[in-house]
């Protein structure tokens, strides 16, 4: 072995050749172990308080320490991407850049499709709200997406009254005193360059009135969810539900 120095200048000479053919040993390898399931993107907070580290910030989690980007796939939870990033810096900041690596990976190494989609043999991804805008072009032409919708702003009382009075709502009964109902409306994304990138929101509301201890309440809790998607129309909020992610 050469000493140190000289060590770290022929890595640093090689680096981008050795880093493409560790990829390709890394896809040979997992391409014979993935089973179908979909991609998870998900960034989570590392603890780095009392330390003098480079770029060690506040994180969301409240701690002091980095916010790294996390790509996972397949029922083992395979991880493609790792990316580490200031804990100050948000989630979606530069996040294209490891998506450009890691679904590409991801479609390479899946045959057939996720979830209630495996019969169009393209990718299902899933993530939050804070990777929309940054993933939007690289889902589009690997496959579909589901991103978590944030309803923090939504009047949910004034949203269940709507749909209480609404005769059209369809209305399931999980317990005594535990209903639910789901509906969609068609959305409009901007998409790569302006061009059209149709989707829709597929919506699920809980009510109860009778908690799961037996206990009646004074007034009805609702819980409000909903999810951007680009699967096909042809999935009925029910169906989309029933995807194993989401299904409860």
Same mark, same amino acid.
């Given at each position: 072995?050469?000493?140190?120095?000289?060590?770290?200048?022929?890595?640093?000479?090689?680096?981008?050749?050795? /880093?493409?053919?560790?990829?390709?040993?890394? +896809?040979?390898?997992?391409?014979?172990?993935?089973? &179908?399931?979909?991609?998870?993107?998900?960034?989570?907070?590392?603890?780095?308080?009392?330390? +003098?580290?480079?770029?060690?910030?506040?994180?969301?989690?409240?701690?002091?320490?980095? /916010?790294?980007?996390?790509?996972?796939?397949?029922?083992?939870? /395979?991880?493609?991407?790792?990316?580490?990033?200031?804990?100050?810096?948000?989630? $979606?900041?530069?996040?294209?850049?490891?998506?450009?690596?890691?679904?590409?990976? $991801?479609?390479? %190494?899946?045959?057939? %499709?996720?979830?209630?989609?495996?019969?169009?043999?393209?990718?299902? /991804?899933?993530?939050? $709200?804070?990777?929309?805008?940054? &993933?939007?072009?690289?889902?589009?032409?690997?496959?579909?997406?589901?991103?978590?919708?944030?309803?923090?702003?939504?009047?949910?009382?004034?949203?269940?009254?709507?749909?209480?009075?609404?005769?059209?709502?369809?209305?399931?009964?999980?317990?005594? &005193?535990?209903?639910?109902?789901?509906?969609?409306?068609?959305?409009?994304?901007?998409?790569? &360059?302006?061009?059209?990138?149709?989707?829709?929101?597929?919506?699920?509301?809980?009510?109860?009135?009778?908690?799961?201890?037996?206990?009646?309440?004074?007034?009805?809790?609702?819980?409000?969810?909903?999810?951007?998607?680009?699967?096909?129309?042809?999935?009925?909020?029910?169906?989309?539900?029933?995807?194993?992610?989401?299904?409860?």
């Amino acid at each position: 072995m050469p000493p140190g120095p000289t060590l770290r200048q022929r890595f640093n000479i090689q680096a981008s050749d050795w /880093c493409e053919l560790a990829a390709q040993f890394y +896809q040979a390898l997992l391409g014979s172990r993935i089973e &179908g399931r979909p991609v998870d993107l998900d960034p989570f907070a590392v603890d780095n308080s009392d330390t +003098q580290k480079k770029l060690v910030g506040r994180t969301y989690a409240g701690v002091d320490g980095y /916010c790294p980007l996390a790509v996972y796939l397949g029922r083992l939870r /395979c991880c493609l991407e790792l990316a580490l990033c200031p804990g100050v810096q948000h989630s $979606a900041r530069e996040s294209e850049y490891n998506l450009e690596r890691a679904l590409p990976l $991801a479609a390479s %190494l899946v045959t057939g %499709l996720l979830s209630v989609a495996c019969r169009f043999g393209l990718l299902l /991804c899933q993530a939050d $709200a804070g990777n929309l805008r940054p &993933g939007r072009g690289l889902w589009a032409r690997n496959g579909f997406s589901i991103i978590k919708w944030n309803p923090r702003k939504t009047p949910v009382e004034t949203v269940a009254a709507a749909r209480a009075g609404d005769a059209g709502t369809a209305w399931q009964t999980l317990r005594p &005193g535990k209903r639910e109902c789901a509906w969609h409306e068609a959305l409009e994304l901007a998409g790569v &360059g302006g061009a059209s990138n149709p989707a829709r929101r597929v919506y699920r509301l809980i009510e109860r009135i009778i908690d799961k201890h037996g206990n009646a309440l004074l007034l009805p809790e609702y819980v409000l969810e909903g999810w951007t998607t680009t699967l096909p129309g042809r999935f009925s909020p029910a169906e989309f539900l029933a995807v194993p992610c989401l299904a409860k």
